[in-house]
């Protein structure tokens, strides 16, 4: 199994940036990708970016050119950065590991960005 920690959400004014990190603990070797996703109030989950074990990235279009995903070597913490965030960006972001055929999620991190 795969236990997932987020943090570092919070509140920010639009324009602002912010940096979301997930812990990952658990079966880690076994970890495939790892990636970001949200939800907002009364919106369907939306996947935001995903790294691969070999660095591949994918982002959604929203986010393209505003939001990096990266990890680090050890491959246990996974980041967001996000920059020239806008209101719309407001949402729980959940961290999601794909693992050995089973996708794992964290509890999620609020981000508001105010206007």
């Known amino acids: 199994q795969v236990q997932l920690v987020e943090s570092g959400g919070g509140l920010v004014q639009a324009g602002g940036s912010l940096r979301l990190s997930c812990a990952a603990s658990?079966?880690?070797?076994?970890?495939?990708?790892l990636g970001w996703s949200r939800q907002a109030p009364g919106k369907q989950r939306e996947l935001v970016a995903t790294?691969?074990?070999?660095?591949?990235?994918t982002y959604a279009d929203s986010v393209k050119g505003r939001f990096t995903i990266s990890r680090d070597n050890a491959w246990n913490t996974v980041y967001l950065q996000m920059n020239s965030l806008k209101p719309e960006d407001t949402a729980v972001y959940y961290c999601?590991?794909?693992?050995?055929?089973?996708?794992?999620w964290g509890r999620g991190t609020q981000v508001t960005v105010s206007s």
């Open positions: 999601n590991a794909d693992s050995a055929g089973l996708n794992y």
């Open positions: 658990g079966s880690i070797s076994f970890i495939n990708a």
């Open positions: 790294i691969s074990r070999s660095g591949r990235t």
